[in-house]
């Protein structure tokens, strides 16, 4: 069965700060891997997705992601975090239907 | 380009009762799935439907039943409702044709049972 780990439930930086989320993944194929963020009150964003290819994936608002197979992972980065950051974020494994992790809570000092 | 729109946002039921939920997916997608988020967890689940059948489903009891129109709007009904059932419903579009991996999230309905 398809499972994702997200073990820190809580993360603060300070803005201007790089920061890294984790997400670890049991999948028994080639994994499809997502990274939504979500603010308060509001639905799930998209930030990136990895199929296949490159494991260094781009995504929208400075965000990126790289995959490791060796390791089971899938981290979230930023080189800078901005105080609109603040937010909750979600780490996702599967095809068709995702199996979304707990989530990790990020919260940004000015 | 209109994304996934979800009705209401907001809704209060007593224990019992009986709620409709509602969703239209994001142009041109073909497939919803719904997943029921509580309070600090992920969202969990509960039914996909394409072509107007439910095609998969999650760990759910039978109250929870859905619908798809040919529209590809769909509907959420859950039936004798529990204290339990509070939480965020999200409604997810995407395209089938293309895998259906990636999913366009709503911004959901808030339910409370009281």
């Known amino acids: 069965a398809q499972s994702v780990t997200q073990p820190d439930i809580h993360i603060t930086v300070s803005e201007g700060a790089s920061l890294e989320l984790r997400c670890n993944y049991s999948y028994g194929a080639t994994p499809y891997l997502f990274w939504y963020v979500q603010s308060p009150g509001q639905g799930l964003q998209l930030l990136l997705k990895y199929f296949s290819g490159d494991t260094l994936v781009q995504g929208i608002k400075g965000f990126e992601a790289e995959f490791k197979r060796s390791q089971s992972s899938f981290n979230l980065r930023k080189p800078s975090v901005h105080w609109s950051d603040a937010a909750e974020y979600f780490c996702a494994v599967g095809s068709y239907i995702p199996t979304f992790g707990r989530g990790t809570s990020l919260i940004v000092h000015p | 380009d209109a994304g996934v729109t979800q009705s209401p946002t907001h809704l209060i039921k007593t224990r019992g009762q009986q709620v409709t939920l509602r969703c239209s997916p994001k142009s041109g997608h073909d497939t919803v799935s719904w997943y029921q988020q509580a309070l600090g967890q992920g969202p969990q689940f509960i039914f996909q439907?394409?072509?107007?059948?439910?095609?998969q489903r999650g760990n759910f009891p039978d109250r929870f039943s859905g619908h798809q129109f040919p529209n590809y709007s769909s509907e959420l009904n859950v039936n004798a409702l529990l204290l339990g059932d509070s939480a965020l419903y999200l409604c997810?579009?995407?395209?089938?044709?293309?895998?259906?991996?990636?999913?366009?999230f709503g911004p959901g309905t808030r339910l409370l049972v009281l």
């Open positions: 997810a579009s995407s395209l089938r044709i293309l895998g259906g991996e990636t999913q366009y």
């Open positions: 439907y394409y072509e107007e059948e439910e095609r």
